[in-house]
Each structure stands twice: as structure tokens, then as C-alpha cells.
């Protein structure tokens, strides 16, 4: 076999350990836990069908790169929950190191291109990567929604927490934020978010 296709087949057969990751959100309607995988997909179509609220004019194509790749790092890196705080502090270096063992199995162009696309995406200064990240924090507060808030009620997750990781939606999509707040001031209001 070719060097270059058995190198690809390799990357390809390693992504698929993104299923066994799994995410502190639950499918809606109260179902299991979701797979970083699932997450990915689901981010990605979100993208395409919601491309018009984008704050700026997007190559979709790309943003749904983003979504698809984003999270691969997590086979070696683990999730981290977006309000744990202790967490948070290395999950820049686990994922560094994550990025650089799996996107080097691909050919070295490969390597590069998926690498530039992961940082874009965690720089977050492009419309591209703006729109990704607002798909990134709408999905789950879709879900947390569709179950009654029972992730924000189990991880006693404050309307400051909330509102700090959506903070950044606001920035791809002013249209998709004013929905989120809809739904955070709902999910206050009915005491599934508790107030500061």
C-alpha cells in the first residue's frame, strides 16, 4: 500500500476513538450521554442550516471543518466541562500535546492544514471560527434545554457561568445569542439555572 494512503487510513481509524469520548451533556429528551463524535456532527450540520445568522460572511465549508475537527483532540486530551474551573487551567496543554500525536499520522500537509484549521478555531478571531464557536456553545444549551436543565441543575451551574461561555456566540451571531438568552432567562426563571 502507499505510504500516503496507509498514513491516512491510520488518522482515519484513530478518529474513530472520538465516539468513545463522552460529553457531561445528555441527548435531549433526557437520553444518554452524548460522544464527542455525535457533538461534532451535530455542530456541523447546526452550521450549515444556520449559516444566514452568521455575523459576518463565512466560508461555511470551512466552519463545518471546524466543527467536525475540534474535538478530536479530546481522544488523548479527555473532555473538559466547560464550568470546570480546575480543569480548564491544562486543557491548553493536554490538547496541545493530543493535537500534535494524532494530526502528525496524517501526511505532513495534512498535518499542517488540520493544525492551522484546530488553532484558527481556538484563536477565535475569525468570522470562521466566531460562527464554529457559537454552533459549539448553542448545541448543548439546545440540549441542556430539551432536558429540563438537568446538566446545569446536577453541575449547580450559575446564570454567570452560563452567560460567560455564551458570551462568546454573541460575537459569531447576534441573532443565535438573542435566542440563547431567550432560553437562559426561561431556564432562570424556572429555577433550572440558579441565579448569582
Not at 55 to 61: G, H, L, S, T, V
Not at 156 to 166: F, K, L, N, S
Request: hydrophobic share 40%; aromatic share 8%; glycine share 4%.
Amino acid at each position: 500500500m502507499d505510504e500516503r494512503l496507509k498514513k491516512q487510513l491510520a488518522f482515519a481509524l484513530e478518529i474513530d476513538k472520538e465516539k468513545n469520548i463522552f460529553r457531561q451533556t445528555h441527548l435531549s429528551g433526557h437520553g444518554r450521554n452524548e460522544n464527542d463524535a455525535e457533538h461534532a456532527w451535530h455542530m456541523a450540520i447546526m452550521a450549515y442550516v444556520l449559516r444566514e445568522y452568521s455575523n459576518e460572511k463565512i466560508d461555511i465549508a470551512k466552519v463545518m471543518l471546524m466543527c467536525l475537527i475540534h474535538d478530536i483532540v479530546e481522544i488523548d486530551a479527555g473532555d473538559t466541562y466547560a464550568y470546570d474551573a480546575e480543569n480548564l487551567k491544562t486543557q491548553k496543554a493536554r490538547e496541545d500535546a493530543a493535537k500534535e500525536r494524532i494530526f502528525s499520522l496524517l501526511p505532513d500537509e495534512q498535518k499542517e492544514e488540520l493544525i492551522a484549521l484546530f488553532d484558527e478555531f481556538e484563536a477565535f478571531e475569525t468570522p470562521e471560527s466566531k460562527f464554529a464557536h457559537a454552533m459549539d456553545n448553542l448545541q448543548p444549551l439546545m440540549l441542556n434545554n430539551s432536558n429540563g436543565g438537568a446538566d446545569w441543575r446536577e453541575h449547580e451551574v450559575t446564570a454567570q457561568q452560563v452567560y460567560g461561555r455564551q458570551s462568546k456566540t454573541r460575537l459569531g451571531s447576534e441573532p443565535l445569542f438573542e435566542v440563547v438568552d431567550s432560553i437562559i432567562q426561561q431556564n432562570i426563571a424556572n429555577g433550572q439555572i440558579r441565579e448569582d
